[in-house]
């Protein structure tokens, strides 16, 4: 049985930062909301309560039912489960008189905590809330403090339970991670065997043993995901899947066919459909951009239950879903209002009425690629930048048309490939090239032109929630430019996208 940390949400923002530094520990751990947590059994070695967006006095606040889990189990409370663990057994949380917001030292540290194993005296630590503990209940005892907040950490005497009113998840405290892992085998027990090695041998088997001779299909994309679950697919079924790969002319320059190649060196069963007509003469004359994502999603759904249905006795659809989208389905807030209808596979076991397998289910983006490096699937893919399902569909701005995704595929190539000739690729998260419905003159020769204007697009993120522009090299934008001016017929003009997320999100529809 596996061991596990469980981590109960309370809607924090970090919330999915503590798994993830959790597991960098090689450390199985899940996220639940926090009224709604599986049974407790002796898999489970330690609990954490995450932050929150409220604060415990709000009449609305989330208020968990603990009594299975404190004083039975290791608890540690982070910001708000830290106060909720004060406030409600006999202390007080009141708004703070001073900021505690931002990066502090913690002045004392009781060394002979266990928690502050291996913990330097002042380390950094940082404060999100605006309540603190003002009066600690009468058996917990304060084991660390900074200057502006007296129970910035604290241990309840006769239970294995301690608070702290810091993020230990986020860079900016420095030993936040050395806490974490002081906690989960230290005081836990965890043995450290969560690894990628581990990871794929247990999923073979459970796939083997889930799926025995039943045949899967699998839509691939040419992206991470999707390749790591149709390589682990089939180590555990072999020729029992079978992989479609589906061209909607949106892709970028050449990548239908260099994608296929490399699936076939894989040893994988694919199949490439080649549906650009389709996806381009039902976009025409569309520019609005979620009914550009639904006429795709749509025409992908089409022409993949298509395809899978020439296939005899499919009983399985396996999908890339990947660990952040799990957790996103059943967050403590609920699904999100509005998600963007561009999921590849969308909508299509109802309209199939086959049984899922997410092999990735478990995993981070992160770990699915040290898994797809465990598989030796090529750095090449592992390493390639994330790019959106409706793909240059909704980097064109406005209608799209077979001119229009030329212009961008040969635009997108050049920067795409100068930025892996420069060796800057691997240092950006995500990067594209937007071409936008904004014509200008310019000048060639000795002839006016009125043509198309580009928008360089780079980002440096680590999931997608939050992105930073990248700084390239000045050296560089003047000769991605230059190239894509003299070489693109039909762009006189590119600019260079410095805008973060938020506010503004990482592609422009």
Not at 10 to 31: A, D
Not at 304 to 330: C, M, R
Request: charged share 25%; with cysteine; aromatic share 8%.
């Amino acid at each position: 049985m596996q061991e596990k940390i469980l981590i109960l949400d309370f809607g924090s923002q970090y919330t999915q930062l503590i798994g993830r530094k959790i597991r960098e520990l090689n450390v199985y751990c899940e996220i639940h909301p926090f009224n709604h947590y599986p049974a407790i059994d002796e898999s489970v070695k330690g609990v954490v309560l995450s932050g929150s967006p409220y604060s415990v006095r709000d009449t609305d606040a989330p208020r968990p039912d603990l009594s299975a889990l404190k004083g039975k189990l290791p608890v540690l409370g982070v910001c708000y489960g830290a106060q909720y663990m004060a406030h409600f057994f006999g202390g007080e949380v009141a708004p703070s008189n001073s900021r505690e917001y931002g990066r502090a030292h913690l002045g004392y540290v009781d060394h002979g905590c266990v928690l502050f194993n291996n913990i330097s005296a002042h380390t950094q630590v940082w404060m999100s809330h605006g309540d603190t503990i003002v009066k600690m209940p009468k058996n917990y005892k304060v084991i660390a403090s900074t200057e502006d907040v007296n129970f910035a950490a604290y241990k309840i005497d006769d239970e294995p339970s301690w608070g702290i009113q810091f993020h230990p998840e986020v860079y900016h405290t420095t030993e936040g991670k050395q806490l974490l892992k002081n906690f989960v085998t230290d005081i836990c027990g965890c043995q450290q065997n969560w690894t990628p090695d581990s990871f794929v041998e247990t999923t073979v088997n459970e796939l083997k043993a889930k799926l025995g001779d039943d045949k899967v299909v699998l839509g691939l994309s040419g992206g991470v995901d999707s390749s790591v679950a149709g390589v682990l697919l089939h180590k555990a079924i072999g020729e029992n899947l079978t992989c479609i790969f589906v061209d909607n002319g949106l892709l970028r320059k050449n990548e239908f066919e260099d994608v296929l190649h490399s699936y076939k060196d894989m040893g994988l069963n694919v199949i490439g459909v080649d549906a650009r007509k389709k996806f381009w003469d039902d976009l025409k004359g569309i520019s609005d951009p979620e009914q550009k994502r639904k006429v795709i999603g749509r025409n992908f759904i089409e022409v993949f239950d298509q395809e899978a249905h020439k296939i005899t006795d499919v009983k399985w659809l396996a999908q890339g879903t990947i660990y952040p989208d799990v957790i996103e389905s059943v967050s403590v807030n609920g699904p999100s209002a509005t998600i963007k209808s561009h999921h590849n596979v969308g909508g299509l076991p109802e309209k199939m009425k086959l049984k899922i397998v997410e092999p990735l289910r478990l995993l981070f983006k992160d770990e699915v690629r040290l898994v797809g490096k465990t598989l030796n699937i090529k750095q090449e893919l592992l390493g390639r930048h994330p790019f959106p399902g409706p793909g240059l569909g909704i980097r064109i701005l406005g209608d799209v048309t077979p001119e229009k995704v030329r212009i961008l595929q040969e635009a997108d190539a050049i920067f795409v490939n100068g930025l892996k000739n420069w060796d800057l690729y691997n240092k950006v998260w995500q990067a594209g090239v937007m071409l936008l419905p904004v014509q200008s003159v310019g000048v060639m020769g000795d002839e006016r032109t009125y043509e198309n204007t580009v928008a360089l697009r780079a980002v440096t993120s680590t999931d997608g929630m939050t992105a930073d522009w990248v700084h390239l090299p000045y050296d560089f934008l003047a000769k991605m430019s230059n190239e894509i001016i003299n070489k693109v017929k039909g762009i006189n003009r590119v600019v260079y996208d410095i805008s973060s997320k938020p506010p503004a999100t990482i592609e422009w529809e």
